[in-house]
């Protein structure tokens, strides 16, 4: 497999929110605003980045008999780096984003990549696939964010100070004034109807373009 074909199924025809449904339970819950999606697929990103690096590393010293615990574990690592370093430079924001920075690690998007590219390929392809798969993921997670986001309050980028620092504190745009919201667009259910919405979309264009 190229590169190409690496980058464009992580993207586009493998993308792990939007073709293989995987990581929804932090894809749905977090998806409220454009920062905290972008946040959490930040984080994300960078796990699959370096666990998919790391497991390819050390790919031929694991039995299989004990790969998934291993592999879980190395996860558990990393996460836990992420973890601490927003703890202590992203403070309020790792408190918005709450339990699903740890539940990174119980991500069936990072360990699938892991039991199925990682442990198979050598180090820079399985890094670019983490990558990708990452960005992909981050991509769905900015798009429903920023759908419910507008939706819900007519705003976008809000509170992006909690990500980029006080230099973004202005970043905010206000799209639609005297705007009440709809309220659904905040909730659970907002959630899975904006990420059908998008599957939909992704498949009207695939159709369109073929």
């Known amino acids: 497999m190229t590169y190409t074909q690496i980058i464009s199924n992580g993207l ?38 370096l666990s998919n690096s790391a497991i390819s590393l050390v790919r031929h010293t694991i039995q299989p008999e004990i790969r998934l615990p291993l592999f879980v574990l190395i996860i558990a690592g990393i996460v836990t780096v992420i973890e601490l370093l927003m703890h202590a430079y992203f403070y309020e924001l790792y408190k918005t984003l709450g339990i699903f920075i740890p539940l990174i690690v119980t991500n069936c998007a990072i360990i699938g990549r892991a039991e199925v590219f990682a442990s198979k390929n ?84 695939e159709n369109y373009f073929k």
Do not use: H
């Open 12 to 49: 586009w025809k493998n993308n792990q929110a939007f073709v293989a449904l995987l990581g929804l339970c932090p894809l749905l819950a977090v998806s409220n605003t454009v920062i905290n999606g972008l946040a959490l697929g930040l984080a994300t990103t960078l796990t699959l980045a």
């Open 122 to 205: 050598s180090v820079l392809p399985s890094l670019i696939d983490g990558l990708a798969m990452g960005l992909g993921f981050s991509l769905a997670l900015l798009l429903l964010g920023g759908l419910r986001e507008i939706l819900s309050s007519g705003s976008l980028l809000s509170q992006a100070e909690l990500l980029f620092g006080d230099m973004a504190s202005q970043w905010g745009i206000t799209l639609l004034s005297d705007y009440s919201g709809v309220l659904l667009a905040a909730l659970p259910a907002g959630s899975f109807i904006g990420l059908g919405l998008l599957i939909a979309l992704k498949n009207s264009l």
